[in-house]
T-cell receptor, first 113, second 111 residues
Framework: NAGVTQTPKFRILKIGQSMTLQCTQD?????MYWYRQDPGMGLKLIYY???????DKGEVPNGYNVSRSTTEDFPLRLELAAPSQTSVYFC????????????FGSGTRLTVV | QKEVEQDPGPLSVPEGAIVSLNCTYS??????FMWYRQYSRKGPELLMY????GNKEDGRFTAQVDKSSKYISLFIRDSQPSDSATYLC???????????FGEGTQLTVNP
């Protein structure tokens, strides 16, 4: 049981480049989330999804896009990367709204130079 | 004002000490409370969760919630070097699934 798998683990982007952060879960969880974690800032919600075909913005969605075509996958797209997007990105999932906690992936460490 | 306030530390204690980690919150709609542990360069993992005011114990860990004061705590007894990590509190309202996290407290337990 792999849980939540994120790829890549590390990436360096140049300003203006684009990339997709991949997130896959094999627990048949309906709810999925993308967070970014910056030093001293905690976890900030970027986007979330309550099921295939349904996505919604979190606290800090600007500069990002998501899609949810299947229950398993929830990719995060960065268009026109900026230094402010240098961060560690975590994907998480939960079975439903009543689930007490999330299962997190191991993160993608992104640097934009 | 942040909805959830957590002292970022760092906190350094000797092995065997009792550790107290705390969060305060301002949103009275928060009803579910969680503690996550995050080792360096890893994702957070759920450590404990609780709904009601009072104490919940799990081995060396005790989670305490005081809804009247909007204050939650995590106590670690007989702390071990393997407890060295960042501890994040998290909470959510009754409706919805979105968690609001504290910024985390970095704990080091010295052998």
């Amino acid at each position: 049981n792999a849980g939540v798998t994120q790829t890549p683990k590390f990436r360096i982007l140049k300003i203006g480049q684009s990339m997709t952060l991949q997130c896959t879960q094999d627990m048949n969880h309906n709810y999925m989330y993308w967070y970014r974690q910056d030093p001293g800032m905690g976890l900030k919600l970027i986007y979330y999804s309550v099921g295939a075909g349904i996505t919604d913005k979190g606290e800090v969605p600007n500069g990002y896009n998501v899609s949810r075509s299947t229950t398993e996958d929830f990719p995060l797209r960065l268009e026109l990367a900026a230094p402010s997007q240098t961060s560690v990105y975590f994907c998480a999932s939960a079975l439903g709204a009543g689930d007490y906690g999330y299962t997190f992936g191991s993160g993608t460490r992104l640097t934009v130079v | 004002q942040k909805e959830v306030e957590q002292d970022p530390g760092p906190l350094s204690v000797p092995e065997g000490a009792i550790v107290s980690l705390n969060c305060t919150y301002s949103n009275s709609a928060f009803q579910y409370f969680m503690w996550y542990r995050q080792y360096s360069r890893k994702g957070p993992e759920l450590l404990m969760y609780t709904y009601s005011s009072g104490n919940k114990e799990d081995g060396r860990f005790t989670a305490q919630v005081d809804k009247s004061s909007k204050y939650i705590s995590l106590f670690i007894r007989d702390s071990q070097p393997s407890d060295s990590a960042t501890y994040l509190c998290a909470m959510r309202e009754t409706s919805g699934s979105r968690l609001t996290f504290g910024e985390g407290t970095q704990l080091t337990v010295n052998p």
